[in-house]
């Protein structure tokens, strides 16, 4: 089993691939604070392209237009001339911080609907420790979720109906979830180490949470908070590589990306025989070099730039700042003095 981020929740929602669907289509598959997954009938791009998704629920009470970046693509069908299926997977890159406020509240709806519809079942590994009477001990890992029952792994030879406590830490030693439960089927798993190892699948009858805001809650919120943590729990890993079409990206939006994740690297942008370089370190503009012209006089070509090809190589960089301020400060610098130009 993959070993997510985060954990991805079965669901429906509308999506709309920029540049690449016409209207929004409603799609069935999972979805989480890190990314989403889902099935296509055309192809996207490539492993390592970053496209602009606009994501809502399948009520529209939430939605999010964010940048993500593909991670995965698997051809399910490819008929020549025919059909074309693939699954694609999708890592978010919100360049702004309402924007991982708006997937936080997008993924609550979709539990929150799962919750009072068809019952949700997450298949994730948490690990987690267990306990029984005055017993506890580490090692446990929660395979699946729901808001009624979990089924974890264990060496303990538990029996039908015995009393458990399954506690699970949340990211980034913000405390844990306790569950309160029975066991109820039990049957022989993998060995692990030469030690006999048990699948139990515990119904929950209650929980709490342990650590700031401490006390009971109703499973449902518990599974919830699990599910959704918030966007800073968890730890984002970016590829050393970052492809894409402007014509779906724009230079300002990537450029606010990487101040928004402190990203070090060289921006390449291309179009037809045209070619700029912009250096970034910690999510600042140091350099920009394109015919050597001035940083800021070829920047303010390249925003305006709606069509051609970028290539982001994360790593270090060692050069003059010749910019000398936030890209948020240049950005908006650059648009006053384009509005003052217009007038």
């Known amino acids: 089993m993959e070993n997510r981020r985060s954990a991805r929740i079965p669901s429906d929602f509308w999506v709309t691939i920029e540049g690449v669907d016409d ?193 009971p809650s109703e499973p449902a919120d518990l599974v919830t908070e699990l599910l959704v943590p918030s966007y800073d729990q968890t730890i984002v890993s970016r590829k050393e590589h970052l492809t894409g079409q402007l014509s779906r990206i724009r230079v300002p939006s990537l450029l606010s990306l990487f101040e928004m994740e402190r990203m070090s690297g060289v921006l390449r942008l291309s179009r037809g025989d045209q070619d700029a370089l912009i250096h970034v370190l910690a999510g600042r503009l140091i350099d920009v070099e394109a015919g050597g012209r001035p940083p800021k006089e070829v920047l303010a070509r390249l925003i305006q730039w709606d069509e051609g090809v970028f290539e982001f190589t994360l790593g270090a960089v060692e050069r003059p700042d010749r910019i000398g301020m936030s890209t948020t400060a240049l950005l908006i610098d650059l648009a006053r003095a384009a509005d003052e130009a217009s007038r």
């Open 23 to 215: 209207t929004p289509q409603l799609r069935t598959g999972n979805l989480g604070v890190t990314g989403v997954a889902f099935e296509v009938d055309r192809r996207v791009d490539e492993v390592g392209s970053v496209q602009w998704l606009h994501i809502a629920s399948a009520d529209h009470g939430q939605a999010v237009d964010v940048i993500a970046r593909i991670i995965r693509v698997v051809v399910l069908d490819d008929q020549p001339g025919g059909l074309f299926r693939a699954a694609v997977a999708f890592e978010f890159m919100p360049e702004r911080c309402e924007i991982c406020q708006a997937i936080e509240r997008l993924v609550r709806k979709v539990v929150s609907q799962g919750q009072h519809g068809v019952e949700i079942n997450v298949d994730h590994r948490f690990e987690a420790k267990l306990s029984r009477e005055a017993e506890e001990r580490d090692g446990a890992v929660v395979r699946r979720l729901s808001v009624r029952r979990l089924v974890l792994q264990t060496n303990w030879p538990l029996t039908v109906g015995e009393s458990v406590r399954v506690e699970i830490p949340l990211p980034a030693g913000a405390g844990s979830i306790r569950f309160e439960g029975a066991a109820g089927r039990v049957t022989p798993g993998e060995r692990a180490g030469g030690e006999q190892s048990f699948v139990v699948e515990v119904e929950i009858r209650g929980g709490e949470r342990h650590g700031p805001s401490s006390g």
